[in-house]
C-alpha cells in the first residue's frame, strides 16, 4: 500500500463556492495519472469523504495528469458547524489514502 | 479590435510587484482591472457589509493603482469592492477613491456601480418564478429574504460595458463575477467571446495561473481569434500546464464556466507556449442561454462567544473526548437549571485542537497530541445569552474533573477573560439565480466628477 501524495505530486482542495468543494490530484505524470485513475475508486473516495457516491462529480483529465473530484459541502461555509473555512484541509485525507 | 488587459494582482490588499506593474503600465494597456473579494473568507463580509481587509492596505495599494491609471491615461476597474461587493462597501471604496484623489491632486470621472438587491425585488421575482435554485440550494420564502442582511446579484460584462460607456476613469463595481471585469471590454470590442471569458477566468486570480503565483502581475491580449497571456514579473512563466491547469481552481467542473448571458466551455481549447513566458489559447467557446444572474445572500443565524482551554496533563490529553463529552452533559444540565434555557435554543460546540477539530467525524487518524486546544463555540439567539453561557461555563471548562472524587484539576487557559464575543455569526442563505429581461435591471449607476 502507498499513499496517494507519495505517487501524486500535489494534491490540494478549495471550496467551489460557499456550497461545493473540490479536490485536485495533480499526479505529475502519465504513469502515475493511469496508475491513481484505476487505484482511485469513486466509491471508494465517496466512503472516505463520508458522502453517497451520487454526489461525487468526477473529472479525470488526460491533458493535465489529473484527477479532480467536486461535491456539495456537507456544511456550508461559514455555517456554524464548519471546521475548514476555505476547505482547503479535505485533500490531506485524499493525500493519506492508501492505493 | 486587439485589447490589452493589465491585472495587478488577483486581489486588492494581495500586493503586487512594483516593477512589473511598471512594466505593464509601459505596454500600453486598454484597461486595468483588479478584483476587491470574493465569498472565499466566508459569509462575514456579506453579512456585515464590510471588507475584511484593512483600510491602511486598501487605500496604499488603491494609490499606486490609481497612479498607475494616470499614467496608462485608461479606465481602472474593481469589481466586488470590499470583498462581498455590498452597496456600503462600494461606498467604503468611494470614499478611499475620494481621499485618494484629493491628496493625489487627481480630477477623475467616477462610475459606481451598485449591485446590492432589496428583498422586495427578489420576492417579487421569487413570487413570478424567476428565480431557480442552483445545486444544492438553501430553502427561500419571503420570510428567508426578509432576514437577509445583504442580498448581491453578480454582474456581469453588461454591467460593467454600461459603467465603461460613462467615460469613467474609474469604476468601483459592487459584485461582479470575477471575470466579467476582465471580458467586458474585450467582448464590447468584438473580441473573441469564448477567448474574452476564458483569458478573464486564467487572469482573474493574477499571477496563480503562472509558475509564480505570489509575483502578482498579469497582462493578457486578446483578439478575434483567441487571447495570449504573459505574467509581468522577473522569473514568472507561464506554461500551458500553468494556464489549463488555472480553470481547475476554485471551479467544481473545470470545463464549464456559468455567467450572465450563457457558459464558456474549455473542452476543446488549445493551448501553445509562444516563448518560455506567454501561453496563447484557442478554441475556447462561448455558449449563449438565457440571461440569469446569480444571487448570493447572507443572514445572521445565532450570535456567538467563544472559550479556549489546553489540556496538557497527559490523562486529559488521552481522554479529551470524553472529557467534553461529560462536560457538555454538565453545562447543558447547569444552563437549564439556573438560566432555565431550553437546550434546543442554543448550541455548545466542543472542538478537541489536536485530535479532530478540522475534520471532524471525517478523521481518520488517531495519535497521542502533547496537548489539546478545547475551543467552545457557544451559539445563541443573542450575544448576550452568548455571553452569559460563556461566563457559565468558564470555571467548568477551567476545573471540570474526569472523575468523581480526584483533586481538582486546573487547565490552562491563553487570556483573561476567557470568553470571546464574536457577534453575529452569518450564513450564506442563497445559492440562486434570477432571470433578467433587461441586464441593468437589477444594477443601477452614479456617475460623479471629482476635482482637487
Known amino acids: 500500500m502507498t499513499q496517494v501524495d507519495v505517487i501524486a505530486q500535489k494534491v490540494r482542495s478549495k471550496n467551489a463556492g460557499p456550497f461545493w468543494v473540490t479536490i485536485d490530484v495533480f499526479c505529475g505524470n502519465s504513469a502515475a495519472f493511469d496508475q491513481l485513475r484505476g487505484a482511485l475508486d469513486t466509491g471508494a473516495i465517496a466512503a472516505l469523504y463520508q458522502q453517497p457516491v451520487t454526489a461525487l462529480k468526477r473529472f479525470d483529465i488526460t491533458d493535465l495528469n489529473v484527477i479532480k473530484f467536486s461535491f456539495p459541502r456537507p456544511v456550508v461555509q461559514g455555517n456554524s458547524k464548519d471546521r475548514d473555512m476555505h476547505g482547503a484541509a479535505w485533500a490531506t485525507l485524499l493525500a493519506e489514502y492508501q492505493v | 479590435m486587439p485589447t490589452r488587459i493589465l491585472i495587478p494582482s488577483g486581489v486588492l490588499c494581495l500586493g503586487f510587484d512594483r516593477d512589473a506593474l511598471a512594466r505593464g503600465v509601459a505596454a500600453k494597456p486598454d484597461l486595468i482591472a483588479i478584483d476587491g473579494g470574493s465569498t472565499d473568507s466566508g459569509p462575514w463580509s456579506l453579512g456585515a457589509g464590510q471588507s475584511k481587509y484593512a483600510r491602511s492596505v486598501t487605500k496604499s495599494e488603491w494609490r499606486e493603482l490609481m497612479l498607475a491609471r494616470a499614467t496608462a491615461g485608461v479606465p481602472l476597474v474593481i469589481g466586488t469592492a470590499g470583498t462581498c461587493g455590498a452597496d456600503a462597501c462600494v461606498d467604503w471604496m468611494y470614499d478611499i477613491t475620494l481621499e485618494l484623489a484629493a491628496e493625489l491632486g487627481q480630477s477623475l470621472r467616477i462610475t459606481r456601480l451598485y449591485s446590492g438587491q432589496t428583498a422586495a425585488i427578489v420576492t417579487d421575482a421569487l413570487h413570478a418564478g424567476r428565480i431557480k435554485p442552483l445545486h444544492p440550494a438553501p430553502d427561500i420564502s419571503a420570510e428567508t429574504l426578509s432576514q437577509m442582511n445583504n442580498i448581491v446579484a453578480l454582474a456581469g460584462a453588461e454591467q460593467i460595458q454600461a459603467a465603461l460607456n460613462t467615460g469613467a476613469d474609474i469604476i468601483i463595481a459592487g459584485r461582479t463575477t470575477d471575470t466579467a471585469i476582465i471580458a467586458a471590454l474585450p467582448l464590447m470590442r468584438g473580441d473573441h467571446a469564448g477567448a474574452a471569458w476564458h483569458g478573464a477566468k486564467v487572469a482573474e486570480c493574477g499571477a496563480l495561473c503562472s509558475t509564480n503565483p505570489t509575483s502578482g502581475v498579469i497582462m493578457v491580449d486578446f483578439d478575434d481569434a483567441g487571447f495570449t497571456v504573459e505574467p509581468l514579473a522577473t522569473g514568472a512563466a507561464c506554461t500551458p500546464h500553468s494556464v489549463s491547469a488555472h480553470m481547475l481552481y476554485e471551479n467544481s467542473d473545470p470545463f464549464i464556466l456559468y455567467e450572465p448571458g450563457g457558459h464558456l466551455d474549455v473542452t476543446g481549447t488549445q493551448y501553445h507556449a509562444l516563448d518560455a513566458t506567454r501561453v496563447r489559447a484557442t478554441g475556447s467557446k462561448w455558449v449563449p442561454g438565457p440571461y440569469t444572474i446569480k444571487l448570493e445572500g447572507a443572514r445572521a443565524a445565532g450570535y456567538q462567544t467563544t472559550l479556549l482551554a489546553v489540556l496538557r496533563d497527559a490523562h486529559y490529553v488521552s481522554n479529551a473526548a470524553l472529557w467534553v463529552e461529560k462536560l457538555g452533559a454538565f453545562l447543558i444540565a447547569l444552563i437549564t437549571k439556573r438560566m432555565g434555557l431550553d437546550p434546543a435554543t442554543y448550541d455548545l460546540d466542543f472542538r478537541l485542537i489536536g485530535a479532530n477539530a478540522t475534520l471532524g467525524a471525517m478523521e481518520n487518524r488517531t495519535g497521542t497530541p502533547v496537548e489539546v486546544g478545547v475551543l467552545l463555540i457557544i451559539t445563541a439567539p443573542t ?59 437589477a444594477f443601477s449607476l452614479v456617475t460623479t466628477q471629482v476635482s482637487p
Open chain 2, 383 to 441: 450575544q448576550a445569552i452568548a455571553s452569559e453561557i460563556g461566563k457559565l461555563a468558564n470555571p467548568h471548562l477551567l476545573h471540570y474533573p474526569l472523575t468523581v472524587g480526584e483533586e481538582l484539576p486546573t487547565f490552562a487557559f491563553p487570556y483573561s477573560p476567557a470568553g470571546t464575543d464574536r457577534g453575529a455569526l452569518y450564513e450564506f442563505a442563497l445559492n440562486h439565480v434570477m432571470h433578467l429581461d433587461d441586464p441593468m435591471q
